[in-house]
């Protein structure tokens, strides 16, 4: 990660082993320290340490906050800070600083948002893997590694042509099943619209043929 960050390389990778904590809870990344140090100069309330010393063999360090500050502060029940003798003790290392802050940074829509490009492009390699057997490649020697790769990306290709085909064809039935019906509904809307309009209508009425007598008078 730090290799990367000096080559401008902006990796986008979730922190694994990530530990289950309340998203209420207060983090080593809420201290503000040093990261050139790594000693913490205020806790997230603002308050100074009492002290904050590296140790250069395990590159821990260890901050202590005062107990009468801890003691009364709103955000005891959260702070990853433990009580000991001499005072509210943090112990941390720049490993663990930095897991803190891209937790922090994870849970950012802004990280959301640019991670989702990795995430579809791993979906791809995981198929690639897993349906055309990527992952375990049976030849040796670069020629023929990359001809077996370029293969089968090929039959990958072809794949996703097939389930797009099949995804078009389910889609053009779902829509003429749809039109189909509808086409029923309005008939047979007309239908009983026809039969209602025949029974409110009076059958026409007809003048009654002329009597015999008046035939011959006439
Ligand atoms: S509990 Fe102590 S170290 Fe934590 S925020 Fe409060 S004052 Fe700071």
């Not at 026809?194 to 009654?208: E, G, K, Q, V």
Request: hydrophobic content about 40%.
């Amino acid at each position: 990660m730090l290799a990367a960050e000096a080559k401008g390389v902006d990796l986008q990778s979730p922190v694994g082993g990530g530990e289950v904590q309340n998203p209420q809870d207060l983090t080593v990344d809420d201290f503000v320290i040093d990261e050139q140090s790594e000693l913490v100069e205020r806790c997230p309330a603002g308050h100074v340490p009492a002290s904050s010393t590296q140790d250069s063999q395990t590159g821990t360090t260890v901050t202590v906050m005062p107990a009468e500050v801890c003691d009364g502060c709103e955000f005891r029940a959260m702070c990853p800070v433990v009580r000991r003798r001499r005072g509210y003790v943090l112990c941390h290392t720049a490993a663990q600083r930095r897991s803190a802050a891209r937790r922090a940074e994870q849970q950012t829509d802004a990280f959301r948002e640019s991670y989702r490009i990795r995430a579809g492009e791993e979906s791809l390699n995981s198929g690639l893997k897993r349906k055309t057997g990527m992952g375990r490649l049976r030849t040796r020697g670069l020629a023929r590694m990359r001809m077996g790769v370029l293969l089968r990306c090929a039959g990958w290709n072809v794949l996703q042509a097939v389930v797009a085909i099949k995804r078009r064809a389910r889609a053009a039935a779902a829509s003429l099943a749809a039109l189909l019906a509808a086409m029923k509904r309005c008939t047979a809307g007309m239908l009983v619209h026809t039969i209602a309009f025949r029974r409110s209508t009076p059958p026409p009425t007809r003048s009654a043929p002329p009597a015999p007598a008046e035939l011959a008078a006439a």
